[in-house]
């Protein structure tokens, strides 16, 4: 019989693309006690988390809760249960993420159509209506931070555009959430899902989302109730069934209503954790921690420039909390990592598709969003390409992060 030994991971300092160290309030929440799914104290608490993720999403939306599993259960969920065979989806794809949309929105039989971006630029508004006339498609789905190229794509005048033509406008706002400006009620997104483990500084495993009531309206269009627990009152919707079970929002909302209709047993340790994660940023206050993510990010980018080093991409629309810097000439960029990871603790990534080897993507979120982070990772980072002899510009680079903070 093999038992292994007693969990005891490395200490590490995670400033990649996600996921990154949590805040230690949340490491404490997480550890609480497990109490039943319909005792008083855990609906309330589920109520609690509903209201601090609407002051998150700055929405009224109702449909403000957490979908159990990681951000992509959260993607998953809304579009399985928003698009039926046939239905026309049109994705702006500005990276790997786009690409995500795409693949989970094919799945679900949908009529897909792209606006294909240079990976490190942002779609702009104007081609997104003028494809939105084009297609006239149920569906505009997108990413506002694309972690694989660092941009974060403008959505002030996105939501505008939609309700004129009367589209449902979704957003995966995963990696950007927390550490960049998201309003939902006032740039008119009908539904967001986001993950716990970049900005919010949580563990993954938990996918906070926000739905509009016309989203609600349309969806609950193929409501319908499991036979085991269905009621002489229950009525299934006019069009066809959800395909997803655990992924099926009108039985969701059941769960998270009034009715608290049966559904799946709550993740209870994750729920403890994305009230804390919403606790700590609103207690901190939404206008400060972007604030603080903005620091952050461009301390760590004017370190890279003083090294020598060139960021990656279109910098007017770059993600406060994640930075995108190409690999010198003549190292090897895996090694590099390697030799961060192994001696110095310190995870940076690598990227994606076209940006596979060419880049680095390294983070400043949620807890790691600060100034020593930002410091020891310039210096550990800078020692390791000296070491192997990459052409950089030495002792710049902490130097013009430390003046950046002062």
């Avoid at 992509?72 to 809304?78: C, F, K, L, W």
């Avoid at 240079?118 to 149920?138: H, M, N, S, T, Y």
């Avoid at 993510?293 to 909390?321: E, P, S, V």
Wanted: glycine share 8%; net charge negative.
């Amino acid at each position: 019989m093999e038992l292994f030994e007693v969990l005891n991971p490395p200490q590490r300092l995670l400033m990649g693309p996600g996921p990154i160290n949590a805040y230690p309030r949340v490491l404490q929440a997480i550890s609480n006690q497990l109490i039943g799914q319909y005792d008083p104290v855990m609906t309330g608490y589920m109520k609690q988390t509903q209201r601090l993720y609407q002051q998150v999403f700055e929405t009224n939306n109702e449909a403000t809760l957490l979908i159990d599993g990681t951000a992509r259960a959260g993607i998953e969920a809304v579009l399985v249960s928003i698009i039926k065979p046939g239905d026309k989806v049109l994705v702006p794809v500005m990276g790997r993420f786009g690409h995500l949309l795409c693949e989970i929105a094919h799945r679900t039989g949908a009529e897909i159509y792209t606006i294909d971006v240079e990976w490190g630029e942002v779609c702009d508004p104007a081609l997104i209506e003028q494809e939105i006339k084009r297609i006239q498609p149920k569906l505009l789905a997108t990413v506002q931070g694309d972690t694989s190229t660092t941009m974060n794509q403008p959505l002030a005048e996105i939501g505008e555009i939609c309700k004129r033509h009367g589209v449902l406008f979704y957003c995966d706002a995963t990696a950007s959430v927390a550490g960049n400006e998201l309003k939902i009620d006032e740039w008119q997104l009908d539904a967001v899902s986001v993950g716990l483990q970049k900005c919010l500084g949580g563990p993954s495993g938990s996918a906070p989302i926000s739905l509009s009531d016309e989203f609600v309206k349309q969806i609950n269009k193929r409501k319908h109730v499991e036979k085991g627990i269905r009621a002489d009152h229950h009525e299934d919707g006019v069009e066809p069934m959800i395909q997803s079970n655990y992924f099926d929002l009108p039985m969701i909302l059941d769960y998270w209503g009034e009715e608290r209709l049966n559904h799946h047993t709550e993740a209870t340790s994750m729920l403890y954790a994305a009230r804390e994660c919403a606790r700590l940023y609103l207690e901190e206050g939404a206008v400060n921690v972007i604030a603080r993510h903005k620091q952050a990010g461009d301390a760590l980018a004017t370190g890279l420039k003083a090294m020598g080093l060139q960021l990656f991409g279109n910098q007017a629309y770059k993600m406060n909390n994640v930075v995108g810097v190409y690999i010198p000439d003549n190292v090897d960029g895996e090694e590099i990592r390697r030799e961060l990871l192994l001696r110095f603790g310190i995870e940076i990534g690598t990227s994606f598709g076209p940006l596979q080897g060419k880049i680095w993507r390294i983070g400043t979120m949620g807890y790691n969003a600060r100034q020593e982070a930002v410091l020891h990772t310039l210096a550990a980072l800078e020692a390791v390409l000296l070491r192997h002899k990459a052409a950089i510009q030495p002792g710049q680079a902490v130097i013009a992060a430390m003046e950046y903070y002062s």
